[in-house]
Protein backbone atom coordinates (compact mmCIF):
# COMPACT_ATOMS: atom_id res chain seq x y z
CA UNK A 1 0.00 0.00 0.00
CA UNK A 2 1.43 3.21 -0.74
CA UNK A 3 0.18 4.91 2.06
CA UNK A 4 2.53 2.68 4.03
CA UNK A 5 5.24 4.26 2.23
CA UNK A 6 4.32 7.99 3.83
CA UNK A 7 6.19 8.97 6.59
CA UNK A 8 3.61 10.61 8.30
CA UNK A 9 1.78 7.29 8.51
CA UNK A 10 5.03 5.27 9.19
CA UNK A 11 5.24 7.41 11.87
CA UNK A 12 1.44 7.02 13.45
CA UNK A 13 2.33 3.25 12.96
CA UNK A 14 5.08 3.27 15.25
CA UNK A 15 3.20 5.24 18.02
CA UNK A 16 0.29 3.09 17.72
CA UNK A 17 2.71 -0.04 18.33
CA UNK A 18 4.23 1.93 21.11
CA UNK A 19 0.56 2.34 22.90
CA UNK A 20 -0.10 -1.16 22.77
CA UNK A 21 2.71 -2.70 23.88
CA UNK A 22 2.50 -0.14 26.63
CA UNK A 23 -0.97 -0.86 27.52
CA UNK A 24 -0.41 -4.57 27.66
CA UNK A 25 2.88 -4.50 29.55
CA UNK A 26 2.11 -2.13 32.19
CA UNK A 27 -0.74 -2.82 34.06
CA UNK A 28 0.09 -6.23 35.20
CA UNK A 29 2.88 -4.60 36.84
CA UNK A 30 0.47 -1.78 37.78
CA UNK A 31 -1.77 -4.61 39.40
CA UNK A 32 1.40 -6.47 40.54
CA UNK A 33 2.37 -3.45 42.56
CA UNK A 34 -1.11 -3.79 44.36
CA UNK A 35 -1.03 -7.25 44.87
CA UNK A 36 -0.11 -8.48 48.46
CA UNK A 37 1.14 -12.41 47.68
CA UNK A 38 1.63 -14.44 51.10
CA UNK A 39 2.82 -17.77 50.98
CA UNK A 40 4.41 -19.72 54.37
CA UNK A 41 7.46 -18.18 53.75
CA UNK A 42 6.63 -14.84 53.63
CA UNK A 43 4.79 -15.38 57.20
CA UNK A 44 7.64 -17.84 59.00
CA UNK A 45 10.49 -14.28 57.52
CA UNK A 46 8.60 -11.80 59.02
CA UNK A 47 7.87 -14.07 62.12
CA UNK A 48 12.08 -14.01 62.39
CA UNK A 49 12.23 -10.20 61.58
CA UNK A 50 10.04 -9.48 64.47
CA UNK A 51 11.48 -11.65 66.87
CA UNK A 52 15.03 -10.45 65.68
CA UNK A 53 15.79 -14.19 65.70
CA UNK A 54 16.90 -16.10 62.25
CA UNK A 55 15.73 -20.22 62.84
CA UNK A 56 13.83 -21.14 60.06
CA UNK A 57 13.13 -24.91 61.17
CA UNK A 58 11.83 -22.78 64.90
CA UNK A 59 9.49 -20.79 63.52
CA UNK A 60 8.20 -23.02 60.88
CA UNK A 61 6.82 -24.96 64.08
CA UNK A 62 5.59 -21.88 65.74
CA UNK A 63 3.06 -20.81 62.50
CA UNK A 64 2.36 -24.95 62.60
CA UNK A 65 1.43 -24.62 66.36
CA UNK A 66 -0.51 -21.09 65.73
CA UNK A 67 -4.61 -21.01 66.67
CA UNK A 68 -6.65 -20.20 63.52
CA UNK A 69 -6.66 -16.65 65.35
CA UNK A 70 -3.39 -16.35 66.15
CA UNK A 71 -2.75 -17.16 62.36
CA UNK A 72 -5.44 -14.39 61.41
CA UNK A 73 -3.85 -11.72 63.81
CA UNK A 74 0.13 -12.46 61.88
CA UNK A 75 -1.34 -12.30 58.76
CA UNK A 76 -3.36 -9.18 59.96
CA UNK A 77 -0.05 -7.79 61.19
CA UNK A 78 1.93 -8.44 58.08
CA UNK A 79 -0.85 -6.93 55.51
CA UNK A 80 -0.63 -3.92 57.63
CA UNK A 81 3.38 -3.51 57.79
CA UNK A 82 3.40 -4.06 54.25
CA UNK A 83 0.76 -1.79 52.86
CA UNK A 84 1.79 1.40 54.82
CA UNK A 85 5.55 -0.13 53.61
CA UNK A 86 4.57 0.58 50.07
CA UNK A 87 2.49 3.76 50.17
CA UNK A 88 6.10 4.75 51.75
CA UNK A 89 8.07 3.51 48.43
CA UNK A 90 4.91 5.36 46.41
CA UNK A 91 5.74 8.63 47.65
CA UNK A 92 9.45 8.04 47.40
CA UNK A 93 9.61 8.66 51.42
CA UNK A 94 12.57 6.28 50.99
CA UNK A 95 14.70 8.74 48.93
CA UNK A 96 16.86 11.20 50.40
CA UNK A 97 15.90 10.60 54.11
CA UNK A 98 19.17 9.93 56.47
CA UNK A 99 17.20 7.41 58.78
CA UNK A 100 15.85 5.74 56.81
CA UNK A 101 19.78 5.19 54.88
CA UNK A 102 20.67 4.29 58.61
CA UNK A 103 18.02 1.78 59.37
CA UNK A 104 19.12 0.20 56.21
CA UNK A 105 22.60 -0.02 56.82
CA UNK A 106 21.60 -0.96 60.34
CA UNK A 107 19.46 -3.60 58.69
CA UNK A 108 22.45 -4.91 56.42
CA UNK A 109 24.31 -4.85 59.53
CA UNK A 110 22.05 -7.10 61.88
CA UNK A 111 21.88 -9.57 58.95
CA UNK A 112 25.59 -9.84 59.26
CA UNK A 113 25.72 -10.32 62.77
CA UNK A 114 23.20 -13.32 62.39
CA UNK A 115 25.97 -14.90 60.16
CA UNK A 116 27.41 -18.62 61.59
CA UNK A 117 30.69 -18.17 63.60
CA UNK A 118 32.52 -21.10 62.01
CA UNK A 119 35.43 -21.38 64.13
CA UNK A 120 34.97 -22.56 68.30
CA UNK A 121 35.47 -19.52 70.39
CA UNK A 122 38.32 -20.01 73.21
CA UNK A 123 37.23 -19.16 75.84
CA UNK A 124 40.54 -18.91 77.98
CA UNK A 125 42.21 -17.12 75.56
CA UNK A 126 39.45 -14.47 75.16
CA UNK A 127 39.58 -14.06 79.47
CA UNK A 128 43.54 -13.74 79.43
CA UNK A 129 43.43 -11.26 76.84
CA UNK A 130 40.71 -9.34 78.38
CA UNK A 131 40.79 -9.55 81.61
CA UNK A 132 40.98 -5.80 82.51
CA UNK A 133 36.88 -5.97 81.35
CA UNK A 134 36.50 -8.09 84.35
CA UNK A 135 38.43 -5.99 86.90
CA UNK A 136 36.73 -5.58 90.43
CA UNK A 137 37.23 -2.28 91.64
CA UNK A 138 38.40 -0.98 95.01
CA UNK A 139 35.22 -0.52 97.86
CA UNK A 140 35.12 1.22 100.74
CA UNK A 141 33.46 1.10 103.93
CA UNK A 142 32.84 3.37 105.88
CA UNK A 143 30.56 6.04 107.83
CA UNK A 144 30.71 9.90 107.98
CA UNK A 145 29.26 13.31 109.45
CA UNK A 146 28.06 16.00 107.71
CA UNK A 147 28.50 20.01 108.59
CA UNK A 148 26.34 21.72 105.68
CA UNK A 149 27.56 24.82 103.91
CA UNK A 150 23.99 25.85 103.68
CA UNK A 151 22.89 24.54 107.00
CA UNK A 152 26.35 26.67 108.30
CA UNK A 153 26.29 29.38 106.96
CA UNK A 154 29.32 29.40 104.46
CA UNK A 155 32.21 27.31 103.52
CA UNK A 156 34.11 28.25 106.83
CA UNK A 157 31.96 27.66 109.15
CA UNK A 158 30.94 24.03 107.77
CA UNK A 159 34.73 23.61 108.15
CA UNK A 160 34.95 24.76 111.69
CA UNK A 161 32.30 23.01 113.13
CA UNK A 162 33.62 19.74 111.30
CA UNK A 163 37.21 20.34 112.77
CA UNK A 164 35.77 20.79 116.38
CA UNK A 165 33.75 17.64 116.35
CA UNK A 166 36.77 15.83 115.20
CA UNK A 167 38.97 17.16 118.06
CA UNK A 168 35.86 16.06 120.68
CA UNK A 169 36.11 12.55 118.92
CA UNK A 170 39.83 12.11 118.59
CA UNK A 171 40.06 12.96 122.66
CA UNK A 172 38.09 9.91 123.76
CA UNK A 173 37.32 6.23 122.58
CA UNK A 174 34.63 6.16 120.28
CA UNK A 175 31.98 3.03 120.49
CA UNK A 176 31.08 1.48 117.17
CA UNK A 177 27.79 0.59 118.59
CA UNK A 178 26.63 4.28 119.71
CA UNK A 179 24.51 6.06 117.50
CA UNK A 180 26.02 9.60 116.07
CA UNK A 181 23.51 12.47 116.64
CA UNK A 182 25.96 15.16 115.51
CA UNK A 183 26.48 17.32 112.56
CA UNK A 184 23.45 17.85 109.93
CA UNK A 185 21.20 15.65 107.60
CA UNK A 186 23.06 14.48 104.46
CA UNK A 187 21.13 14.49 101.08
CA UNK A 188 22.12 10.57 100.99
CA UNK A 189 23.41 8.24 103.46
CA UNK A 190 25.27 8.30 106.43
CA UNK A 191 26.64 4.97 106.12
CA UNK A 192 28.11 3.45 103.11
CA UNK A 193 29.28 -0.50 102.17
CA UNK A 194 31.55 -2.14 100.06
CA UNK A 195 31.17 1.07 97.50
CA UNK A 196 33.42 1.97 94.27
CA UNK A 197 34.92 5.12 94.21
CA UNK A 198 32.95 5.91 90.79
CA UNK A 199 29.69 4.99 93.30
CA UNK A 200 30.95 7.30 95.89
CA UNK A 201 31.73 10.56 93.48
CA UNK A 202 27.84 9.92 92.52
CA UNK A 203 26.97 11.45 96.27
CA UNK A 204 29.67 13.09 97.32
CA UNK A 205 32.01 14.63 93.71
CA UNK A 206 35.27 13.23 92.90
CA UNK A 207 37.11 15.30 95.13
CA UNK A 208 35.58 13.91 97.97
CA UNK A 209 35.94 10.40 96.72
CA UNK A 210 39.82 10.66 96.08
CA UNK A 211 40.57 12.03 99.45
CA UNK A 212 38.55 8.80 100.99
CA UNK A 213 40.45 6.34 99.49
CA UNK A 214 43.89 7.99 100.93
CA UNK A 215 42.55 7.70 104.28
CA UNK A 216 43.56 5.09 107.02
CA UNK A 217 41.44 2.28 108.37
CA UNK A 218 40.15 2.51 111.82
CA UNK A 219 40.00 6.00 112.98
CA UNK A 220 38.16 9.29 112.30
CA UNK A 221 39.72 11.36 109.79
CA UNK A 222 39.10 15.09 108.35
CA UNK A 223 37.62 17.23 107.63
CA UNK A 224 36.76 16.20 104.00
CA UNK A 225 34.98 18.64 101.54
CA UNK A 226 32.47 17.48 99.23
CA UNK A 227 30.00 18.97 96.99
CA UNK A 228 27.67 20.10 99.87
CA UNK A 229 29.94 20.98 102.52
CA UNK A 230 32.58 19.11 105.13
CA UNK A 231 32.85 16.06 106.92
CA UNK A 232 34.59 14.12 109.21
CA UNK A 233 34.70 10.22 107.78
CA UNK A 234 35.84 6.91 109.91
CA UNK A 235 36.77 4.15 107.47
CA UNK A 236 36.44 0.50 108.22
CA UNK A 237 37.68 -1.48 105.41
CA UNK A 238 39.09 -1.18 101.92
CA UNK A 239 39.00 -3.76 100.16
CA UNK A 240 41.82 -3.48 96.83
CA UNK A 241 40.90 -3.63 93.22
CA UNK A 242 40.93 -7.65 91.86
CA UNK A 243 40.30 -9.72 88.90
CA UNK A 244 37.23 -12.58 89.57
CA UNK A 245 38.42 -16.29 88.03
CA UNK A 246 36.97 -17.20 84.87
CA UNK A 247 34.51 -19.71 86.66
CA UNK A 248 33.13 -17.16 88.57
CA UNK A 249 31.94 -15.59 85.57
CA UNK A 250 32.21 -17.92 83.29
CA UNK A 251 28.81 -17.25 81.81
CA UNK A 252 29.71 -13.91 81.09
CA UNK A 253 32.78 -14.56 79.39
CA UNK A 254 31.02 -16.96 77.14
CA UNK A 255 28.85 -14.40 75.91
CA UNK A 256 31.13 -11.79 75.56
CA UNK A 257 33.84 -13.81 73.48
CA UNK A 258 30.69 -14.91 71.38
CA UNK A 259 29.95 -11.14 70.67
CA UNK A 260 33.58 -10.34 69.85
CA UNK A 261 33.40 -13.28 67.43
CA UNK A 262 30.74 -11.96 65.71
CA UNK A 263 32.10 -8.61 65.56
CA UNK A 264 35.03 -9.94 64.19
CA UNK A 265 33.12 -11.84 61.43
CA UNK A 266 30.84 -9.51 60.41
CA UNK A 267 33.49 -6.64 60.00
CA UNK A 268 35.68 -9.13 57.77
CA UNK A 269 32.28 -9.72 55.61
CA UNK A 270 31.84 -5.74 55.40
CA UNK A 271 35.22 -5.49 54.18
CA UNK A 272 34.06 -8.40 51.18
CA UNK A 273 31.27 -6.55 50.41
CA UNK A 274 33.57 -3.48 49.98
CA UNK A 275 35.62 -5.12 47.02
CA UNK A 276 31.93 -5.34 44.98
CA UNK A 277 32.55 -1.56 44.97
CA UNK A 278 34.73 0.88 42.82
CA UNK A 279 34.85 3.82 44.67
CA UNK A 280 35.52 7.23 43.37
CA UNK A 281 36.16 10.20 44.88
CA UNK A 282 36.13 13.86 43.72
CA UNK A 283 36.47 16.36 46.10
Not at 17 to 46: C, G
Not at 249 to 273: H, N
Request: without cysteine; glycine residues 4%; proline residues 3%.
Amino acid sequence: MLILREPLAQFFLLGLLLFFVYETKSPPAEVDSKVIRIDRDVLINHMQYRSKSFEYEKFSLMLDQLSPMQTEKLLEEFIREEVLFREAKSLNLNEKDYIIRQRLVQKVEYLLRASEIKRPVNLEEFYAVNKDRYLTPRKITFTHIFFGKKERGSWSESERSAENLLTDFLSKPWDKGTEIKSGDRFVFHKNYVDKSSEHVSSHFGKEFSDALFDLGIGTWEGPIKSAYGHHIVYVSNISEEGVKDLEEIYDQVEWDAKQAAITELTETLIVDLKKKYKVVVDL
